[in-house]
């Protein structure tokens, strides 16, 4: 396994955004000449519209209106000046009425992705460290980007988990003076809310401790003078609190707010917070509309608006408490999230109730994990009770119909968000009249020549292969080391096999697919503990092999049951288990069942290229070199040719034990520089039990002019009958052989060996490409599907990343 591509978070996004954007329910255009908040009009088709964050529906309010179009006509479409050097007329008032709202002065931002990026790196200091919730909102989660390049430690952890934020918190006591909490007060897809009670108990233990609030999603429905949710919870605000809330969405108006109780750092923001220096003002009609939606909170008009509100809330919470539909969580806040599991099963719902006249939101991956993908649905004041109810009619009919035609249940759903099942009976496997499933947890219990037939010329993969690594692996007393294995082959009715393949269970290292100054960062904390950031991991194929590891009939008729049976196999599977991770490895990249795959609630990542040499064109390694480009052939004749005479070699089946402890020790040397494939280092038995399998052979090569035999470089090899020979590993000893070109070296030896032998691939692994390039390998891209319970630690690895955070 080696690294994700340092662009693929984009790729991923993007394919994941594409796919919903050609079924049509992302990315879409309002029509028409008016809105009235209450419908809208897609695609020709006019909709009750339970998609809007104007959740007491001030952006139509008249007065709102007319102070707007007033604006315009006093004072222009736009006042063409930072606010550094003059705010145009209407600032003053609106700052005013918001203190009177608050009984704290405002600083305003133009809205809350700039006000986040102004704040952050102004208010977090050098000595501090910050925590972000894996679900606060991007806009938090960017603006803390910027901090990394101060050496500031970013740490993130699972959603509302309060064990792990005490765990970082302790860590960080020691080497931080402030320690900061980032969480939003209501979160904008599932609605559910920050433990603010739990949280401030946590900054009463630990003074250290400040909590950094965006509320924008709680405004105005909640609080006294519709301050919102964290005003509400907190009552006053405290010194160690700092808070973001909005004038845009339930405000009705644009812009955002910051609030603080220290002066001194309010000031230091408004003085210089980036784009409030740098960054256009409000419009005066936004201005304006703000002004006339303060008017309405600080009257008793806001009072009533919540009220009426929150029955509309309670009127669909009640309906929805009374149903079987999976909703994720229920609360009082007006943002309902309707558990999918898959984006097809979201696609179908989605286009089902737009055919109904029903506009939902769609939530997917980033904003929730890929396998958590669902509808929001967002209640407005512009709702009456009856578009409600009959809002969740079309939901209760339409919902077990989409769940059918994905091949989904409810069980999947609900196991998948972490509900109660509600099913009694087995789930049923998908269209498994005419294959069956069979499941094995040895290669003994399957035959050698139909294994080695079908998927056994690949790499390591061959029955012997997997022979020496279910007794290196499947009893290993070590966790990093101890694999469980499972087969599966599918057949049809005359018992002709569609589909085979083998899945590992075992614990992977969260940072194997990010980059090195990530695992760097990461391996000074595992010298104390060992099992830091690491996660139990359903993978099909092993950390050891590459290549093709499921074999696929793409020409039968049940092909695509079989896909999915397996699918269905391995999900049940990783239920049990409880992994972490589900990965599909080392596919080509035209792969024929992607979409398949990816709508049942993968997504797709782009893999290092392997690395691989077909010698079908050359008799002799005397032939090889002519085969070179013109560019690589001097490379060949000046870098290893000429070089070649400076080493003595060795081919030897088995080692003794000093050498085998010398091989061991190169292995390590390599294995400890080398962080761009991270695994675990792998413990001696692993290279006791090659030594004593026929497969496997080593190259040794010594340095003549050291005048002794003691070799500087290894490789171990596999040889998988006369189809593929596997370099599976390296050893080097770096400091004796400076300047003898070892590791191109070794690669040559392997390439002349393989020829020895007249094995016509090579499979020289997916580092290093420049190198095996320029001795002739074919690189191979290749793409793998994952899906996690959660986003965390993908997520994770993304805030690190190209990170180098210095020991403090």
């Not at 959660?790 to 990170?803: F, G, P, R, S």
């Amino acid at each position: 396994m080696a690294k994700i591509k340092h662009n693929n978070f984009i790729d991923t996004v993007d394919t994941v955004f594409s796919s919903a954007k050609h079924q049509g329910v992302l990315h879409l255009y309002a029509e028409g000449e008016y809105l009235n908040g209450r419908t809208i009009k897609v695609a020709g088709r006019e909709m009750l519209h339970f998609g809007t964050t104007g959740y007491l529906g001030l952006e139509q309010d008249k007065r709102l209106k007319e102070a707007a179009v007033n604006a315009i006509n006093n004072y222009g479409t736009q006042f063409p000046l930072s606010k550094s050097y003059l705010s145009h007329p209407l600032y003053a008032e609106l700052e005013s009425k918001i203190e009177q709202m608050y009984t704290l002065p405002p600083i305003i931002t133009k809205n809350s992705t700039l006000g986040h990026l102004a704040i952050i790196p102004t208010l977090i200091r050098d000595e501090d460290a910050v925590i972000i919730d894996h679900q606060v909102h991007w806009s938090v989660q960017n603006a803390c980007q910027f901090l990394k390049l101060r050496g500031i430690p970013v740490e993130m952890i699972r959603h509302n988990n309060l064990e792990m934020l005490e765990d970082k918190i302790r860590m960080l006591t020691s080497k931080s003076a402030k320690i900061w909490y980032m969480a939003d007060g209501v979160y904008s897809m599932y609605g559910d809310y920050a433990p603010v009670g739990d949280l401030l108990s946590l900054a009463a233990k630990y003074p250290q401790l400040n909590l950094y609030f965006d509320d924008v999603h709680g405004m105005s429905w909640k609080g006294k003078n519709g301050t919102g949710f964290i005003f509400e919870s907190i009552g006053k605000l405290q010194e160690n609190i700092v808070v973001v809330s909005t004038l845009s969405k339930t405000f009705g108006a644009s812009g955002a707010t910051f609030f603080c109780t220290d002066q001194k750092i309010r000031e230091k923001i408004k003085n210089f917070g980036g784009p409030l220096t740098f960054s256009a003002q409000l419009e005066p009609a936004s201005v304006a509309a703000a002004i006339a939606s303060c008017d309405i909170h600080l009257s008793s008009e806001i009072t009533e608006r919540q009220k009426d509100f929150a029955k509309k809330i309670s009127h669909f919470s009640s309906l929805l408490s009374n149903s079987s539909l999976p909703v994720a969580s229920q609360n009082d806040s007006p943002v309902f999230f309707l558990g999918m599991g898959t984006p097809a099963t979201a696609f179908n719902f989605t286009k089902r109730l737009f055919s109904e006249g029903y506009y939902l939101n769609l939530g997917i991956y980033p904003a929730v994990p890929i396998k958590n993908t669902g509808i929001r649905i967002t209640i407005s004041a512009h709702n009456d009770q009856s578009d409600i109810t009959s809002l969740f009619n079309a939901m209760e009919h339409h919902f077990q119909k989409s769940v059918e035609e994905t091949g989904s249940s409810q069980d999947k759903i609900r196991k998948a968000f972490g509900m109660e099942s509600i099913s009694k009976t087995p789930p049923v496997e998908p269209h498994t009249h005419a294959i069956n499933i069979e499941e094995s947890n040895s290669i003994t219990q399957i035959d050698k020549q139909e294994w080695n037939s079908a998927i056994g010329r690949q790499n390591i993969l061959d029955w012997d292969g997997l022979s020496y690594l279910e007794k290196t692996f499947s009893n290993s007393s070590e966790p990093a080391h101890k694999w469980d294995f499972f087969y599966y082959i599918i057949r049809d009715q005359n018992k002709q096999i569609i589909l085979m393949t083998f899945f590992t269970l075992g614990l992977w290292k969260d940072d194997m697919l990010s980059t090195e100054s990530v695992s760097r960062h990461l391996e000074q904390i595992r010298k104390s503990k060992p099992l830091h950031m690491t996660s139990k991991v359903l993978s099909m194929g092993c950390l050891f092999s590459e290549g093709s590891h499921c074999f696929i009939d793409h020409n039968h008729f049940h092909v695509d049951q079989a896909i999915l049976l397996l699918l269905s196999k391995i999900e049940q599977r990783y239920d049990s288990v409880g992994a972490d991770m589900l990965v599909l490895r080392d596919f080509e990249c035209d792969f024929q069942w992607d979409e398949m795959i990816r709508s049942q609630g993968y997504f797709r990542i782009d893999m290092p290229e392997s690395c691989v040499i077909e010698n079908k064109n050359w008799e002799t390694i005397h032939d090889y070199g002519s085969l070179l480009s013109s560019r690589s052939r001097k490379h060949y004749n000046k870098e290893i040719l000429q070089y070649e005479k400076f080493y003595d070699v060795q081919i030897k089946e088995s080692l003794d034990p000093l050498e085998l402890e010398r091989a061991y020790n190169l292995y390590c040397n390599v294995k400890q520089r080398n962080l761009a494939i991270n695994t675990f280092l792998y413990p001696k038995e692993v290279f006791e039990n090659m030594n004593k399998c026929p497969n496997w052979e080593f190259i040794l090569l010594s340095i003549k002019a050291k005048g002794n035999d003691e070799f500087v470089g290894v490789m171990f090899c596999y040889k998988n009958s006369s189809y593929t020979y596997v370099p599976e590993l390296i050893g080097m000893d770096y400091a004796a052989s400076e300047g003898f070109y070892l590791y191109r070296q070794l690669l040559y030896q392997t390439i002349k060996r393989a020829a020895e032998l007249r094995i016509p691939r090579i499979d020289l692994g997916m580092s290093a490409t420049f190198e095996k390039k320029k001795l002739g390998a074919s690189i191979i891209p290749k793409i793998s599907y994952i899906q996690s319970r959660d986003n965390y630690a993908m997520e994770l690895m993304q805030t690190l990343q190209n990170e180098n955070k210095p020991g403090r």
